[in-house]
């Protein structure tokens, strides 16, 4: 991607229980708990625990609350004090816990606004981005994750789940890059298998490189409709109407299995019957196939736009897998902050408890998210740079399509790209703004 010109202001904000948000985003107002902001339309919400933890969508401003930044000027970078008082002026519409945050100018380092920029917030889906960096230090834009077909013994074939979140059972043709597809891995084994003989088999499936438990003892059941349960072998990201929120398999790894099986038969292979592998695969055992995943890269890009807690707690075994910790929530977390102390962007009193910030147990603070998006706009290595890439446009994609649409917030659109991350009681914007470089202002950035 090209890298961002002029200065760049980072804003990284969490809070407990409000919302620090650009422009005119809309904070929760107490509608209840909002994880992603996939939908145009709020579900109906019932009940106190799903007003403490349910999900719901983004929520207007209450009539006279509209925010209308004006240009923030003083140089070649925003002047801090008005800084302040734009951010100052967006409501709490009746959240009560305060602000916090950081806006840094990553070109000069200067800290243009602090407030409890080192306090430990609960930062819902913004957790998502010490995800992804830790993925991309560890393994690289380039990396791919492997979905195999082998042969155990004769008549026998093993599914091999590899950790690919975007695993799918046919081509998306709206899908760039390709995403790997089931379709492609049975034409491939099925004509080894027949030039084997073979045209009669017994399948299993083997979703063994992540370890238990599928299920994050953090989260609510209610969740089911958000997540689907972390398995290294997952096809449509267990969306079973394909869409999120939405309804989930809870047998992933079985689920996948039966698409291959389907595609395997439509290309004249029997399949007999199915079940889990017992034990492992053997070393020897023969590959009939495989597909390879879009690149990490595009991975990183796909779950940032569209907040994808699947890719995230996916992508956050992976780390532990590469970091050697292990393909377990612990591992995953254990990982992904050793990472971020070995990158400086560790701050005391931080939680990590899994990897797509689901958890309302999890901990960061605004300096360390902060710190994230400016790795990733250096010149010092450029791996970082898909998590840029990834961060929706403010009223234009993903998380933010529906933000910035009121009078008045016209400056934001489209110069604003940031992640998202909302629950009951906090709401949190982490990402950057490009300003004119050089020149006696810089253009309203927000």
């Known amino acids: 991607m090209r890298r961002p010109t002029g200065h760049r202001v980072v804003l990284a904000v969490g809070s407990l229980v409000c919302a620090l948000a650009l422009a005119a985003v809309a ?43 004006g240009a923030v000027t003083g140089g070649a970078v925003p002047d801090a004090a008005k800084l302040a008082a734009t951010i100052g002026a967006v409501p709490l519409d009746g ?51 492997t979905t195999r077909a082998v042969v155990t013994d004769p008549g026998t074939v093993v599914l091999v789940g590899g950790g690919d979140p975007y695993l799918s059972s046919g081509s998306v043709a709206t899908a760039h890059p390709e995403r790997a597809s ?5 034409d491939r084994t099925a004509a080894a298998l027949k030039s084997g003989g073979s045209t009669s088999v017994s399948l299993r499936w083997d979703a063994s490189l992540f370890g238990p438990p599928q299920w994050h003892p953090d989260w609510p059941t209610l969740y089911a409709d958000q997540v689907t349960p972390v398995t290294a072998l997952v096809v449509n990201e267990g969306r079973l109407s394909g869409v999120s929120p939405g309804p989930r398999t809870q047998n992933p790894s079985a689920e996948a299995a039966k698409a291959f099986a389907q595609a395997l038969t ?49 992508v956050a075994r992976q780390v532990g897998i590469a970091a050697g910790t292990g393909a377990t929530f612990q591992g995953a977390t254990t990982a992904v902050e050793q990472v971020l102390r070995r ?24 300096r360390m998210l902060a710190g994230a998006v400016a790795l990733a706009t250096g010149d010092a290595d450029t791996r970082f740079r898909p998590l840029l890439e990834g961060l929706p446009v403010a009223g234009a994609t993903g998380t933010l399509t529906a933000r910035f649409g009121r009078s008045g917030s016209e400056a934001g659109r489209g110069l604003v790209r940031a992640k998202t991350g909302t629950l009951s009681g906090t709401s949190a914007l982490a990402g950057y703004a490009v300003t004119t470089s050089g020149g006696s202002s810089c253009t309203r950035s927000w």
């Not at 602090?114 to 834009?141: C, F, H, N, Y």
């Not at 089931?182 to 049975?186: F, Q, Y």
């Not at 070393?283 to 995230?312: C, K």
């Open 27 to 69: 904070t929760e107002a107490g509608a209840g708990a909002w994880i992603e902001e996939r939908t145009g339309a709020a579900p109906t919400l019932s009940g106190a625990r799903q007003a403490d933890m349910r999900t719901a969508t983004d929520v207007t401003l209450p009539v006279g609350h509209t925010v209308v930044p």
């Open 95 to 145: 959240l009560q816990g305060g602000r916090f945050g950081i806006v840094v100018d990553p070109a000069s380092g200067r800290v243009l606004y602090d407030q409890g920029a080192g306090q430990t917030v609960l930062p819902a889906s913004s957790l998502k981005l010490l995800t992804v960096t830790a993925a991309l230090d560890l393994l690289g834009p380039d990396h791919v994750f």
């Open 182 to 186: 089931l379709e492609v891995l049975a």
């Open 266 to 314: 439509a290309r004249g292979i029997t399949v007999k019957d199915q079940s889990a592998l017992t034990g492992s695969v053997p070393s020897g055992a023969g590959e009939l196939g495989r597909v390879e995943s879009m690149p990490l890269s595009s991975i990183v890009e796909s779950l940032l736009n569209t907040s994808d807690n699947d890719a995230a707690e996916m």
């Open 343 to 366: 990158r400086g962007l560790w701050d005391s009193g931080a939680v990590l408890r899994d990897g797509s910030g689901l958890s309302r147990n999890n901990r960061v603070t605004p």
